[in-house]
């Protein structure tokens, strides 16, 4: 929803300080050479500004809005060119509306888009399963592969009028998006934006900016305790661990990684988020295969002992929440466990 026109909010100061009460005070760093970083209530900001115009990857709370473009105002007065979206989370993408009204081109990846439109993408699938059975009923003979085409295509007409509805009523969406890679050529550096599979959500990517040595990770990588796996938006376990040692792949000592949340991290910190995930994965798994229960393995304080201590599990994801979701995970790849 779009509460009031930007410019205007940033050009009158009384309205922009009655509105920021609400708002804790927002962060500005500069990270590397034309890069910053802006930290506040919602997932890290990153922004590359230059005489081409400014970058900016993620966007926020929609009511930070104002604020995000002070901070921004402050270092360049140049145009919003582009808005990177590192997933499809509200914390990440709920400035976007406000962000296309002053000239930003949304670009994500392809799944991101799909879970913007929520609900909507299951009402598409339905439409389209539906269209699809209806066409052949009709058709008849449903290995004819002319018969198959038109069904098909009946299929995603149907799905199409539904998602021209969901168009006009969810206002974050991306205007481009891609599967597997891009690249940009901004202010005269190569920025690389690569999707890594089912991290922790599916439509993750990661952005590295190749001149500044800067990456910002969303939050495939997060600096701030146990990190968050979307299960129920395709983020899985797995993914996660590998989208890490992507990030440390392609990263060296010297890169300079924003995460989704929490404080400007190196290539070591992605490496022992790593590990931690790795070590947990293993040895919940091998708790679950022995049979125990979930309760049992909870109560299992030493195999954390190392992480707690660190205040890991103080964020938004407690020691107990982490411990669950690899629980899931363990028992769905060995299904049979503890089962006589
Ligand atoms: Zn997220």
């Known amino acids: 929803m779009r509460i009031f026109s930007l410019s205007l909010v940033v050009a009158v100061c009384f309205h922009f300080q009655a509105f920021a009460q609400d708002n804790p005070t927002l962060q500005l760093t500069k990270v590397q050479d034309s890069i910053y970083m802006i930290q506040g209530r919602g997932g890290n900001i990153a922004f590359q500004a230059g005489s081409e115009g400014t970058l900016m990857v993620d966007s926020q709370f929609a009511n930070a809005t104002p604020q995000i473009l002070n901070k921004i105002l402050s270092v360049t007065t140049q145009p919003l060119r582009y808005l990177v979206n590192t997933h499809h989370h509200g914390d990440h993408t ?63 007409i149907a799905a199409q009028n539904i998602e021209e509805e969901a168009m ?87 890169t300079k990684i924003i995460p989704g949340h929490g404080e400007l991290a190196d290539k070591d910190d992605v490496q022992y988020l790593h590990g931690m995930l790795e070590f947990l994965r293993d040895r919940v798994a091998y708790h679950v295969v022995a049979g125990k229960t979930d309760a049992e393995i909870l109560q299992i304080k030493e195999m954390t002992a190392e992480y707690d201590a660190k205040g890991f599990g103080d964020g938004f994801i407690s020691t107990e929440k982490i411990l669950q979701v690899l629980i899931a995970d363990a028992r769905k790849k060995y299904p049979t466990a503890g089962k006589k």
């Open 168 to 254: 006009k009523s969810v206002k974050n969406l991306p205007a481009i998006t891609f599967s597997r890679d891009m690249t940009f050529y901004h202010n005269g550096e190569k920025i690389m934006a690569f999707h890594v599979d089912n991290a922790h959500t599916q439509g993750d990517i990661i952005l590295y900016f190749t001149k500044a040595n800067v990456m910002h990770t969303g939050d495939a990588f997060i600096n701030s305790g146990y990190p968050f796996i979307d299960t129920n938006n395709g983020g899985s376990v797995d993914g996660y661990i590998k989208g890490l040692s992507r990030i440390f792949y392609v990263a060296n000592d010297d």
């Open 94 to 156: 709920g400035g976007n509306d406000n962000l296309k009204g002053q000239g930003a081109i949304v670009i994500a990846h392809d799944n991101v888009r799909k879970l913007l439109y929520g609900e909507a993408t299951k009402l598409m699938d339905k439409a389209s399963e539906e269209a699809y059975n209806n066409a052949m009923k009709r058709l008849g003979n449903e290995t004819n592969p002319e018969n198959q085409k038109l069904a098909k295509q009946e299929a995603e």
